[in-house]
């Protein structure tokens, strides 16, 4: 998570982000992970619309995540049409094309190949990551 | 003992053996019967292939009202799309 925070600030004014919730992977009423009871991340599977937003601000708050954000609905619709579950990273271009398709978590969940991606997609654009964020954010509009 | 007998001892032992061997692999018993009640029915690789037009799914704000569709966010740059969850 870290890895994409710092990805999103690094491309964040030539690339937009978007990050979107879906299904909870380890619930307490499911397969709860001994290192979620750790760090006191117990939530139930949502049933409702109510609850899974809930569950999505605690994440934001708790992290203070800066990177634009959106719900799946209750339908999964979002998670069955890009088989997202449990995580997984798309990048889509311009024309609305899926124009790089990343494995699912978590073994094939790989954050450094949109990287990858972005960085040869911006090669060669003067303006590189630490010139951008010592330009200061005030130009910049990923949020909308 | 009949043979039918021994296969069925060797097939416990197998199953067993088994199911303490990934136990041991995954940090729990409890974490293999997760894994193959929940994990394994919902992993799908998908068929969306790069060059595929993007599924335009409807996607709700934060604030748990307000609903957008995808397209809304394409088109300008390219849109780097998150799914996950929190735990």
């Known amino acids: ?144 | 003992m009949k043979w039918w007998k021994w296969t069925g001892i060797i097939l416990a032992v197998v199953l067993v053996g088994g199911y303490g061997a990934l136990s041991y692999m995954m940090g729990g018993p409890k974490d293999v019967y997760g894994f193959l009640r929940y994990a394994l029915p919902q992993w799908r690789d998908g068929n969306l292939k790069v060059g595929d037009t993007a599924p335009n799914v409807k996607l709700l704000a934060l604030d748990g009202q307000t609903t957008f569709h995808l397209s809304d966010r394409v088109g300008r740059r390219p849109l780097v799309l998150v799914f996950g969850s929190y735990t």
């Open chain 1, 1 to 144: 998570m870290g890895y994409l925070v710092t990805l999103y600030n690094d491309y964040k004014d030539r690339a937009d982000f978007l990050t979107v919730y879906i299904r909870e992977a380890h619930p307490l009423d499911e397969w709860q992970m001994k290192s979620n009871v750790d760090q006191g991340v117990c939530y139930a599977q949502p049933h409702s619309t109510e609850q899974r937003v809930a569950i999505a601000n605690d994440f934001i708050q708790r992290f203070h995540f800066p990177v634009p954000f959106a719900v799946d609905d209750m339908h999964d619709i979002a998670d069955h049409a890009y088989s997202a579950w449990p995580e997984r990273i798309y990048i889509i271009d311009e024309q609305g094309k899926i124009a790089y398709r990343g494995g699912i978590g978590p073994f094939n969940y790989h954050p450094p190949e949109a990287r990858a991606w972005l960085q040869k997609r911006f090669a060669g654009t003067t303006s590189t990551a630490t010139n951008a964020t010592a330009a200061g954010s005030g130009n910049s509009n990923a949020t909308r």
